[in-house]
């Protein structure tokens, strides 16, 4: 079951996440939020730091530096001369 927890829209439309709402999504300072909004009903989701997420998600692939080596060459190899 959800947490379901009353409040106010403030002055300037501002809207203060109740205590026990932050702590339920890990929500803090700063983060980024997605609004959206369907008929009447406002849902607000966390959005990750793109980086956040690739460095706390499940890794599906394998790589070496070795490989990430021979990759690079074999790109370099395809620009034209003096291409930056």
Do not use: F
């Amino acid at each position: 079951m959800g947490l379901s927890v009353e409040s106010r829209v403030g002055k300037k439309n501002a809207i203060y996440l109740p205590k026990a709402v932050v702590e339920a999504t890990g929500l803090k300072e700063g983060d980024k939020i997605m609004l959206r909004v369907t008929d009447k009903t406002v849902v607000v989701e966390p959005l990750m730091d793109p980086l956040e997420l690739a460095l706390s998600s499940n890794k599906y692939a394998v790589i070496d530096p070795e490989q990430i080596e021979a990759i690079s060459v074999e790109e370099q190899g395809t620009q034209p001369k003096g291409a930056a």
